[in-house]
C-alpha cells in the first residue's frame, strides 16, 4: 500500500518535475521568475483537448502544441526580459504576470471555464509490477523529463550555445564583454523554456484526460516549490524538487486528508527557504557551479 | 446611492487600502506575494471576535489588525533574513500556508466557508480608507518616510547613512501586514461571507500589479492603481473575460513606455510644483 503511494506520488511529480524545469531554466539563467509559465502550461493543455477534439493525430498534435509554446514563449520574450535591460528589475515578473491573466482570459473568452474531458486515440494503460499499478502514460512521462533534462544539461555542458548560456547565467554583462551576443542567445532560452512548458502541459492533459483554463495555476505553484526545493537555476534539482513534492503530497493526502495538502507542501518550501535557501542540490545552472 | 454603486465604491475603499498594504513593503525593498494570507487573517479574526464573542465590527476590526499586525511581525523576522526572490517566494509560501490552515480550521467553517452576522456600512468603510491614507500621508512626511524611501532609492547607500535598513524593512512589513489585516477585516464585515479559497496568490498578484502600475515614487501611486483598476472594468461594459484580456494588454503597455508606474516624482513636480527647481520631500 505504502509503495503504491510513492509510486503514485513519484508519477504526480514527473508532471511538476517539468514544470519546475521550466521555471528553474529561465531563473537560473535570467534570474528572473517567468510568470507565463502557466499560461503557456495551460495553453498546451486546453489546445491538446481542441486539436484532438478536431481530429488531428496525436503526432500532429504534439508537434503543433510544441511550436505553439516555442513561439508563446519568444513572444514572452519581446515584452519582458527585453524591457529589464533598459528599466526596472520587476518589470519581466509583472510583464509575464500580465501574460497570465491575458493567456488565460483568452481561453475564457473562446473555451468557457468548464473542464474539458479528453478523447484519448489510445488505449489508458496500466502495467503491473507484482502489487503496483504503474500508468504506462505517467511512466513515459517520467522518462521523457528525465530524458529531456539530461539532453538539456549535454547541451550546457557541451556546445558552443550552451557555453554562451551559462557564461550568461555567471555574468550577462561580463558574457557581452567577451563576444556573447546575449540579445540572440535569450530568445533561444525562452524558446527552449516554453517547449519544455508545452511538453509538461500535453503530457498533463494525456495522463489525467482533462484540461482546464485555471490548469495552470495549481501545477506551477508546485513547480516553483519544486523549483525551490531543488536549488533555484539547478535542472537536476528541479527534477528531483518536483518528485519531493509529487510524493510530500500523496503522503499528505494518505495521512490528513486532501484539504491539509497545501500545509505541507508549502510548509515545507517556506522550512527549505529559511533553512537551506540555495535547495536540496544547491543552486546554480547545470549543476554544481557557483 | 443604488446598490450597485455603493458595492463599486465599498471595493474601491477595500483596495485602495489593500493597495497600500502592499506599497509598504515594496518600497522598502520587499515584493510581499503573501497579501492574501494577511487579508484572510484579519478577516477570519474579526468575522471571529463578532460571531462568537459577540464583539461590534470596529473593535473587532480593530483587534483583528492588531492580531494581523503581531502576526506580521513574529513573520517578519524569518522571512526577512531572505532576500529579492526568495523573499517573495517566502510570502508567496506563507500566505498559502495561512490559507490552507483556515480550511483545516472547522471552528471557522472549514472549506464551507463562513458567514459574518455583524455588517458594516459603506460610510464606516470610506472613513477608515481616508484614515489609512491620512494615515500613510502622515508617515511619508516623518522621519520613518524619508528614511524608507532612501532605502527604496538605493538600500546601499541608506545602510552607509547610518540608517537602520533591517528596522525599517521591518516595520514597512509589518505594518502593511496590519494594513492587509484591516482590508480583510472590512471585507469580511461589508460582505458578510468569507472563503479562505478566495485569498489565494492570485488576489495577492493584483494587488501588487495596482501598485506597480500606479507607481511606487509617490503616495499617490497606490491611490490611483486601485482606483483605474477598481473603476475601469466597471467602465468597460462587456463579460468580465474582456475586462481581463484589456486589464493584461495595458500592464503590458504600461511596463513597455512607462515602467515606474504611471505616477512619478517628476510627473507631480511638473503638474503642481513646476516653479521650484528642487523638490520638496514629495516621497
Redesign the interface.
Known sequence: MLAQQLVNGLMLGSVYALVAVAFTFT?GIL???N?SIPGIFMIAGMFTWAMLKAGWSLPAVVVAVLALGAVLSWIVER?TWR?MR???H??P???S???L??L???V??AWGSDQQRLVLPFQSASARVGDLVIGVPQLVGLALAVGVVWALDLVLRRTRIGRAVRSIAEDADTATLLGVSVGRVVPVVFVIGGVFTALAGVLFSLNYQQASPFMG?EVA?KG??AM?IGG?GNIWGAILGGLVIGVVETAAIHWFGA?????W???L??AI??VR?TGLLGGGLAGGRA | MSGYLEGVLVLLAINVILAYAAFLPIVAGQLNLGIAGFMATGAYISAYLTNAHGWLPLPAALAATVLTAALGLVVAFPILRTRGIYLALATFAFGQVVVATILNLNVVGGASGYPVAAHLGFPVIAAIAVVVFAAIYWLFHTRFGLSVTAVSDDELVADQMGLSVRWLQTAAFTIGSAIAGLAGALQAHHFSYIEAQNFNVLLSIYVVLYVLLGGTQTIYGPLLGAAVFTLLPEVLRGSAQWRYVIFACLILALMTWRPQGVVTRSLLRRLFDWRRPAPEAAT
Not at chain 1, 484539504?259 to 500545509?263: E, L, N, S, T
Open positions: 531563473m534570474k528572473f521568475l510568470f515584452f524591457r533598459a528599466g526596472d520587476f518589470i515578473l509583472v510583464s504576470m500580465a501574460f491573466i491575458l488565460e482570459n483568452l475564457l473568452v495555476e505553484l516553483i516549490s525551490v533555484m484539504r491539509a495538502v497545501d500545509i507542501v508549502y510548509g518550501l517556506l527557504l529559511f535557501p
